[in-house]
């Protein structure tokens, strides 16, 4: 086989070296274990090493040869990197970062000298200073050093047999392994995700054949038909588990990325702040945890720039000069809830009004706004509460960013802040987006779906029996009135059966608010294997996608969310329905 089979895997493994080699330098410079975080390193650089030299990377060899050096002197007490070297060493593994990239993007530019060498100029003072120490040891001792030389920034070429394999212990530390380390078995092994991508496709598939066959038993009222059915569906739903199981990373793969962007935001900003990740074990579609980098890069640089106050404001406030930020996740139920968290100042109400007021998008509401009125103002494109633009905030882009990707995951937001003690926004993100339980109903002739969280309860009503308040039809609920919604009011089409008694209808709730939606007729709830809307239909508002029915035909499955916007929202009193659109 090629190396470049072996490309995929390589750029995996890289990524998770730097990330580690980030990590274990922020952990230094926390007063992390100094020797374990150094041995960390230099197991990194050494992998980074062996993996870049059986690929034929040779600039990648001798940077991190030139790392693993360094840290070699570090681990044999020769050197001592300094607090003010840190930064240093974290650039150093920036440099690796691109260095990585032009060697995969293959340009063939002259781009991979000059990085090659602004990392080995960066790390010649350490290199130098692991030499001095050498000769200084081997001078006041009289022996030559154990070591001659090995600290110096390497020759360019290593030979071949000094690249081990990635992952490979050295000789001198063979022999403390005990026998069974050597003999246990392998316990997992890595799949390439567009394989997991594949095998979840044929899971959907036999899902549609699996409705499609109980179709065809209730049609012919085969008993023998259907108790096999029962029994394969049940193995299907074993296997659809295990196959989403699989496809889950962990939050942490993702989360531990922004570690070092909170260390470089505090720092630019002048704030203090202890980043802490909670939940990085939970495992999130890769779908889904993909799209959710953006968003959280936003909340995270939000929550330092805007929430978080400068160490003399914190401490005449009676705070502690060191920040909390913490980005968590954790699951319930069929959702992952990810938040990002401060003990900050909180949102400054009057600043948002005074905002909306500059802006004159909307007239001033005063200081009381409910959590759905925040999140919209928050979100709104364009919307910042800073004068002045800087690196971190004020186009009024990033809460945007983050309110369109919940939308389009068919997540939810909400924003919990107290003035003085700090802001919470918390993503409410379904576990995946493949599969999911829907409610099946029919508006005229044709069947719809309604995914399954959003159905409060089905009903049966006698026509007529809808009160009206302000000329606008709602149905009586426990909790108070809630607006009824005909789909001909959506799709501007009749499309109901004028001359039934009854009618159905279903309870649909979004972020608390309620609607009650007319139908023609119910047909239970079921999964559903989401497939891509047809090209003609493509972008229609309203339309989160398409799902196979057991009859082959097409039902559309609605997103309730873009739907009932505006059609769902009461007076907090609860005397009259309010609609927005």
């Not at 939050?251 to 070092?260: C, I, L, N, P, S």
């Amino acid at each position: 086989m090629e190396t470049t089979d072996y490309l995929a895997l390589y750029v995996s493994e890289t990524n998770e070296i730097l990330q580690g080699l980030e990590e274990s330098i922020m952990d230094l410079e926390n007063g992390g274990d100094h020797e374990a975080s150094i041995e960390e390193m230099f197991r990194n650089a050494h992998n980074l090493k062996g993996m870049s030299g059986a690929m034929g990377y040779e600039f990648l060899v001798e940077a991190s040869h030139a790392l693993e050096s360094i840290l070699d002197g570090c681990k044999r007490g020769v050197l001592k990197v300094e607090d003010s070297e840190l930064d240093l060493l974290l650039r150093v593994v920036d440099l690796l970062g691109a260095l990585v990239r032009w060697t995969i993007d293959g340009k063939g530019d002259g781009r991979g000298e000059e990085l090659l060498g602004e990392l080995l100029v960066l790390m010649s003072p350490m290199s130098k200073r692991i030499v001095n120490q050498e000769n200084k040891l081997t001078h006041e001792t009289g022996l030559a050093s154990d070591n001659p030389g090995s600290s110096v920034v390497a020759p360019l070429h290593q030979s071949d047999s000094e690249i081990k394999e990635a992952g490979a212990s050295d000789s001198e530390n063979d022999s403390s392994r005990q026998t069974g380390d050597y003999n246990r078995g392998i316990t997992s092994t890595r799949v390439d995700l567009e394989r997991l991508d594949c095998l979840m496709d044929l899971v959907g598939e036999l899902i549609i054949g699996r409705i499609r066959l109980s179709s065809l038993a209730r049609e012919t009222g085969s008993r023998a038909l259907s108790d096999e059915l029962g029994s394969f569906g049940r193995l299907i739903s074993e296997i659809q588990k295990e196959v989403m199981e699989a496809r889950l990373v962990p939050a942490g793969q993702v989360f531990h990325r922004f570690k070092r962007l909170a260390r470089d935001a505090g720092r630019e900003l002048g704030k203090k702040v202890d980043f802490t990740i909670k939940g990085s074990e939970i495992g999130l579609d890769r779908t889904i945890l993909e799209s959710m980098a953006d968003p959280l890069m936003h909340l995270v640089r939000n929550a330092i720039d805007h929430g978080v106050e400068s160490p003399a404001e914190r401490k005449a406030a009676g705070k502690p000069e060191i920040a909390s930020v913490v980005l968590s996740a954790r699951r319930e139920r069929n959702q992952v809830i990810i938040a990002v968290s401060d003990d900050g100042r909180g949102i400054d109400l009057e600043k948002i009004n005074k905002a909306r007021n500059v802006a004159g998008t909307r007239e001033s509401a005063g200081t009381k706004l409910s959590e759905e009125e925040l999140c919209r103002i928050l979100t709104e494109a364009g919307f910042s509460t800073r004068d002045e633009v800087s690196r971190y905030s004020g186009r009024g882009i990033g809460m945007n960013v983050v309110g369109k990707m919940i939308d389009s995951l068919g997540g939810t937001l909400h924003i919990d802040s107290k003035a003085g003690e700090g802001t919470e926004v918390s993503m409410f993100l379904p576990i995946n987006l493949s599969i999911i339980k829907a409610l099946l109903f029919c508006v005229g002739t044709d069947v719809h779906a309604l995914p399954l969280e959003y159905v409060k309860e089905t009903a049966r009503v006698e026509r007529g029996s809808f009160n009206t308040v302000r000329g606008m039809e709602v149905y009586e609920t426990l909790a108070g009135p809630i607006p009824v919604i005909h789909p001909g009011d959506i799709f501007q089409a009749n499309l109901e059966d004028n001359e039934a008694r009854y009618l159905k209808v279903i309870i649909v709730s979004i972020g608390g608010k309620e609607a009650c939606l007319v139908v023609n007729r119910v047909l239970g709830q079921q999964d559903v294997v989401i497939k891509s809307l047809p090209t003609m239909v493509r972008g229609a508002s309203g339309i989160s996608g398409a799902t196979i029915l057991g009859s082959g035909k097409i039902a559309f499955i609605w997103d309730p969310k873009v739907l009932f916007y505006g059609r769902s929202t009461y007076e907090s009193n609860k005397e009259a329905v309010v609609l927005e659109n």
